[in-house]
């Protein structure tokens, strides 16, 4: 099987599109089941060092590569174990997040988009480790 590769501009206007069908009272509830704490996110596939974040608010996960930054956010799609985000951030770049839940204390995120002018995309698996 051949991989094929896009431009990550290709994708995210249809994401972006996508979202205005999704109800504006939608939210992330599914990120509110998540414990807060110290988190390790772990590349998926690769030997990359842990990144290691204390989670107070959830949502940051939606934006690591735009961390403290303040984005609009679009919810693209929700279910009951997983949510996809697009955002965008004025002058900084722009994202498409999935994060999907396997319990309170462990996620998989898988991230792509622009910031600093270049591509970004990443899987990570999050896991809970303890208190901050």
């Excluded at 109800?23 to 807060?36: F, V, Y």
Aim: glycine share 10%.
């Amino acid at each position: 099987m051949q991989l094929r590769y896009y431009p990550i501009s290709l994708f995210l206007p249809l994401a972006a599109g996508a979202a205005f069908a999704v109800s504006p009272n939608d939210d992330l509830a599914l990120l509110d089941t998540l414990e807060r704490g110290n988190w390790q996110l772990r590349a998926t596939g690769g030997d990359q060092p842990l990144t290691k974040i204390c989670l107070g608010n959830p949502g940051a996960l939606i934006q690591i590569q735009h961390s403290g930054v303040a984005c609009e956010q679009y919810i693209v799609r929700t279910s009951a174990n997983s949510v996809t985000v697009s955002y965008t951030c004025k002058g900084q770049g722009q994202g498409l997040t999935t994060i999907r839940k396997e319990s309170n204390r462990i996620v998989h995120i898988q991230s792509q988009g622009i910031r600093d002018n270049a591509p970004f995309s990443f899987a990570v698996e999050g896991r809970r480790t303890g208190p901050c």
